[in-house]
């Protein structure tokens, strides 16, 4: 593949102007509002925050906090890193209203210094990219210095906070030809995609040449980055989305686009030759129809990211929760195998360090590119949230808990004309690898 120049495409709304930038790969130099030190002994013992107190459906509980505790490195395979930005997902709005809390519960730690058992101060955000300050005595792979990126479990304390701490096996070194702010987009969505491409699709690099792979909800977060793992492994890629997103998943290497808005989806697809594997970001009642678009008796695959699981704990309890669900997964996968010979699965997200690694040789090629949509500053992160719940993403929405200063020079800027102007964010744009 020829070289790719284009990083990055976001909305500058909460910068405070009317055009999307192209943010060219050349280095910039960081530098932070706040007075953190990178000393470990020196280290401040509070830091900046956004937490929830308890558990909000109604779109509220963001709260601001320059007292919250800095977390310490309490294991020996720990490491603790000074966040420079982080992204939001449709988790993180999930979480703020209790989605989930009964199992990640059970896997928390304690949090408080009284070793409450409450969860709160809860701290969101799943994507950190930022900079190691310190180590645990058996951490091999990283010193107090290197750029990482990770995605935080969520049963961890997030990544909305100046600090983060994760095990070593959950980080890995940040590609050097993007910012933190770029970084920041890609590894939950790349974690999550890669357990499902890998793990519940049995694809990888060498395996996915020429496969037929439909990937629904295309324009978001888990999508754009999906179509471009995929076609970097040479598989032939099948995209849905809504009418505007149709030149950003095309920009992506999307082969080909059926907008689901226009018109029957399952009609217009069925039309096409059958897929290997599905990957279904958007859930509902897409795999009514989309497993009938496997190649029946020869291995597909359907994978869907929209499971019942934790609405199941979250409602029966977690021993009724996991049976319910259970007992559906083995429904629906009996169902299919026997009617049509396809597997039916559910993918997760799996924190993941070394597949991070291989994201990173992606993203420095120039074969994966970070689709940032909306940025906002650490101030600005309640807006942020209402950004993300309104939907309709086109990539990912980051927040820059670290001030990064870029040189204007740098930066090209793209006109991307109507087609984004109706968005208030902006980016349907033009991504694409040359
Ligand atoms: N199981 C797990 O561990 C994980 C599950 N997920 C889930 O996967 C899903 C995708 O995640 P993510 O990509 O981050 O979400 P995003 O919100 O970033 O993207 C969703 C995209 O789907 C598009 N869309 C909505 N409806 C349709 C439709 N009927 N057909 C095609 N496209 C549609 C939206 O745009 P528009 O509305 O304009 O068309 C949007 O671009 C979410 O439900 C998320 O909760 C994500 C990560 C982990």
């Excluded at 409450?118 to 900079?131: A, C, H, N």
């Excluded at 650490?378 to 942020?384: C, E, G, K, L, Y």
Aim: charged share 20%.
């Amino acid at each position: 593949m020829a070289s790719t120049r284009l990083l990055c495409l976001f909305s500058a709304k909460a910068a405070g102007t009317t055009k999307t930038r192209l943010a060219g790969a050349a280095a910039r130099r960081v530098c932070c509002r706040r007075s953190v030190c990178s000393s470990p002994s020196r280290r401040q013992s509070c830091m900046s925050a956004w937490v929830i107190d308890q558990y909000d459906t109604d779109g509220g509980g963001l709260r601001f906090t320059d007292e919250a505790t800095v977390p310490t490195v309490r294991s020996p395979t720990e490491v603790l890193i000074q966040v420079h930005a982080a992204s939001l997902n449709p988790l993180d709005i999930s979480m703020r209203g209790g989605y989930g809390a009964k199992l990640l519960k059970l896997r928390r730690e304690p949090l408080s210094a009284m070793h409450s058992d409450s969860e709160f101060p809860l701290i969101l955000g799943r994507d950190v990219s930022g900079v190691v300050v310190d180590c645990g005595s058996e951490v091999t792979h990283f010193a107090p210095g290197d750029e990482v990126w990770a995605a935080v479990p969520p049963w961890k304390q997030g990544s909305l906070a100046e600090f983060v701490t994760l095990t070593e096996y959950e980080v890995s070194h940040k590609p050097e030809l993007v910012s933190h702010t770029e970084a920041a987009s890609i590894p939950y969505v790349a974690s999550t995609a890669l357990s499902a491409l890998v793990s519940a699709a049995g694809l990888c690099r060498d395996s996915s040449s020429n496969k037929r792979v439909l990937v629904t909800g295309g324009s978001g977060g888990v999508g754009t980055f999906s179509i471009q793992l995929l076609k970097a492994w040479g598989a032939h890629v099948t995209v849905t989305c809504s009418h505007n997103a149709e030149g950003l998943v095309r920009g992506l290497g999307a082969d080909k686009v059926v907008d689901y808005t226009e018109g029957d989806v399952a009609e217009q697809l069925g039309m096409m030759e059958k897929f290997d594997v599905i990957l279904d970001n958007v859930g509902g009642d897409t795999e009514q129809w989309a497993v009938g678009l496997l190649k029946p008796w020869s291995g597909a695959k359907y994978v869907t990211l929209v499971t019942p699981f934790l609405l199941n704990t979250d409602s029966m309890g977690l021993m009724d929760g996991t049976i319910n669900a259970g007992v559906t997964l083995c429904a629906k996968a009996t169902q299919n195998i026997i009617s049509n010979g396809v597997f039916y699965r559910w993918g997760f997200y799996a924190p993941d360090g070394p597949a991070l690694d291989e994201v990173r040789k992606l993203v420095d090629a120039g074969k994966i590119l970070p689709v940032v949509e909306a940025q906002f500053p650490f101030t600005q992160v309640p807006q942020a949230f209402q950004k993300l719940e309104q939907g309709h993403a086109r990539g990912k929405t980051v927040i820059r808990v670290a001030e990064e200063e870029t040189s204007q020079a740098e930066d090209l800027v793209l006109d991307v004309g109507t087609e984004t102007a109706e968005s208030e964010q902006g980016a349907q744009g033009t991504a694409q690898h040359n």
